[in-house]
């Protein structure tokens, strides 16, 4: 079960109209209720408000009933369960990860995760504005959030390998708690506990599994993240990215078609990894003049392969 909360400051127009239509557009889109719970809180919420006559006018021109949704407190039970918590500003963002530090990773405005890189991640306020303010806000929000379900359906998808060393092992078992809290499977290729172990034997199996298309994608941990890319890249199909921001991770995936993410847990902190997961799990390759690069890299392995004896 996947849980996306949307978040802003009252519940009572942006977040709520985001639930009702994002709720929609995952029915629409041939999700099942036990696949996925959308739900919204307000920061300031005042509990029980209905939302605003507006927000319900917007929604029934769309065929949807917002007259009896109350507005609800955002709690730490609320932003524990969820999976991904999808925010209208950067404002209401850094306000919840004040409150809720441990949730990072899984917060993200709604705009930048649907459209990383964004020039412009919020979503005005339309309170006090006219009815076809609302409107506006409700169709910008109809079209986030079908794009929004396309990406979730992907990342639920995946196939994930995941493997480390010793000095990878903790960072590779938060970031398995991660992916268990957003309902996204994995196969674990070890190591299985901190005992000293050679980093190779673990980053081969993963990359095997990925070039051979068992799994789709890999994440590799070991104390600095060097070893186990250096070893995953031998795998001919492996491109594996070292990645210790958010900003290498989606540019690997857009612009390098990295299969392979790794990271050191000497060098990053758990929270950082799990934004890095993130992004690097919802971001894809581009193709265009990328497409072209990535061709070249593998004629480079082709001609390798076909030199040997
Ligand atoms: C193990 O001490 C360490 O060398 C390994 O985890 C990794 O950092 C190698 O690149």
Redesign the pocket.
């Known amino acids: 079960m996947f849980k996306i909360l949307f978040v802003c400051t009252g519940n009572t127009c942006r977040s709520s109209l985001a639930a009702v239509i994002a709720a929609q557009a995952a029915a629409r889109q041939g999700f099942s209720p036990e696949d996925i719970q959308i739900y919204s809180a307000g920061l300031a919420a005042v509990e029980g408000m209905p939302a605003t006559p507006e927000a319900i006018q917007a929604a029934r021109e769309m065929g949807l009933d917002l007259s009896n949704h109350r507005a609800a407190g955002l709690t730490g039970e609320m932003v524990k369960e969820a999976g991904l918590i999808l925010t209208m500003t950067r404002g209401h963002k850094e306000a919840l990860l004040k409150l809720y530090p441990e949730a990072q990773g899984k917060v993200f405005t709604l705009k930048e995760y649907v459209n990383p890189g964004s020039a412009d991640p919020d979503i005005a306020d339309p309170i006090g504005r006219p009815l076809e303010v609302y409107r506006r806000t409700a169709r910008e929000l109809e079209e986030l959030t079908s794009k929004l379900l396309e990406k979730v359906r992907k990342v639920m998808h995946l196939r994930l390998a995941l493997g480390s060393?010793?000095?990878?092992f903790k960072l590779k078992e938060e970031i398995k708690k991660f992916l268990e809290e957003q309902g996204i499977p994995y196969r674990d290729f070890g190591t299985f506990n901190a005992e000293?172990v050679d980093?190779p034997d673990f980053a081969r199996p993963v990359a095997e599994a990925v070039a051979r298309g068992e799994c789709d994608r890999g994440i590799l941990c070991?104390?600095?993240?060097?070893?186990?890319a250096?070893a995953a890249n031998k795998v001919p199909g492996i491109r594996a990215a070292l990645c210790h921001d958010t900003f290498s991770a989606r540019a690997a995936r857009e612009h390098n078609d990295a299969n392979i993410l790794t990271m050191?847990?000497?060098v990053i902190g758990p929270g950082l990894a799990r934004e890095i997961v993130a992004t690097w799990l919802a971001s894809e390759f581009a193709g265009g003049r990328h497409a072209r690069r990535v061709e070249k890299i593998k004629a480079i392995e082709e001609a390798y392969n076909r030199a040997r004896p």
């Open positions: 060393d010793h000095g990878g000293a980093y070991c104390g600095t993240g060097i070893g186990v250096i050191g847990e000497r």
